[in-house]
């Protein structure tokens, strides 16, 4: 389990395999504090760590990265020299500061426009058709691993929807959101309650 609030931005230092990959991941954290199979959030996704090694602040950790994974996430996420953000996971009696996220990717979506507002940056998203229905304005959404509050939904035809985002200047600093640009492909997670509600809705329907 996973808040959205990004500690780390790591770099994909190489991959190994075909299929399944295993995925060699550098990243600042102390690797004393990085358990063998515990759970790291990649750019959104839950992920295994399998081995370990560096220095503090100079780390690395490995996960396996399945096929059905890659296919789910944006393409060329593994790719050597790609930016991950890192979390990991939620603790007992840590501060839930963002929402309650699982590191389960729902789907992909596609960077529509980003237009500077004052300091910040608006940025606008296109979901697809089956993700849209989940989304609603003032909600939560997870976008690349990052926690963050719908600011508006215009439903398009055939069943998408444009949402639009808030990117305050710290949050474009510690994340790779920052760098996001037209076209670009981000991973998307819904909100868990919604998730259920539409669940429940569907069966009294």
Same mark, same amino acid.
């Given at each position: 389990? =996973? +808040?959205?609030?990004?500690?780390?931005?790591?770099?994909?230092?190489?991959?190994?395999?075909?299929?399944? #990959?295993?995925?060699?991941?550098?990243?600042?954290?102390?690797?004393a504090?990085?358990?063998?199979?515990?759970?790291?959030?990649?750019?959104?996704?839950?992920?295994?760590?399998?081995?370990?090694?560096?220095s503090?602040?100079?780390?690395? =950790?490995?996960v396996?990265?399945?096929g059905?994974?890659?296919?789910?996430?944006?393409?060329?996420?593994?790719?050597?020299?790609?930016?991950?953000?890192?979390?990991?996971?939620?603790?007992l009696?840590?501060?839930?500061?963002?929402?309650?996220?699982?590191?389960?990717?729902?789907?992909?979506? +596609?960077? *529509?426009?980003?237009?500077?507002?004052?300091?910040?940056?608006?940025?606008v998203?296109?979901?697809?058709?089956?993700?849209?229905? =989940?989304?609603?304005?003032?909600?939560?959404?997870t976008?690349?691993?990052?926690?963050?509050?719908v600011?508006?939904?215009?439903?398009?035809?055939?069943?998408?929807?444009?949402? +639009?985002?808030?990117?305050?200047? *710290?949050?474009?600093?510690v994340t790779?959101?920052?760098? #996001?640009?037209?076209?670009?492909?981000?991973?998307?997670?819904i909100?868990? #309650?919604?998730?259920?509600?539409?669940?429940?809705?569907?069966?009294?329907?």
């Open positions: 389990m =996973f +808040t959205g609030i990004v500690s780390a931005i790591g770099t994909v230092r190489e991959t190994r395999g075909g299929g399944d #990959l295993r995925a060699i991941i550098a990243c600042p954290y102390d690797p504090q990085i358990a063998i199979g515990a759970s790291i959030a990649c750019s959104g996704v839950c992920l295994t760590v399998v081995e370990r090694g560096g503090a602040g100079e780390a690395w =950790f490995a396996d990265v399945s059905e994974t890659q296919n789910r996430t944006v393409p060329g996420m593994w790719a050597q020299g790609a930016k991950l953000n890192l979390e990991t996971a939620l603790k009696g840590d501060e839930l500061g963002g929402h309650i996220v699982t590191g389960h990717v729902d789907g992909v979506g +596609t960077v *529509h426009e980003t237009t500077p507002a004052g300091d910040s940056t608006h940025v998203i296109k979901a697809p058709a089956d993700l849209a229905p =989940f989304i609603a304005a003032k909600g939560s959404i976008v690349q691993g990052v926690s963050l509050t600011n508006e939904v215009n439903d398009l035809p055939g069943g998408a929807c444009l949402f +639009t985002l808030n990117l305050i200047p *710290h949050t474009g600093d790779t959101l920052g760098t #996001l640009k037209t076209g670009d492909k981000v991973n998307l997670e909100d868990v #309650l919604a998730r259920y509600l539409k669940r429940m809705q569907s069966l009294r329907g």
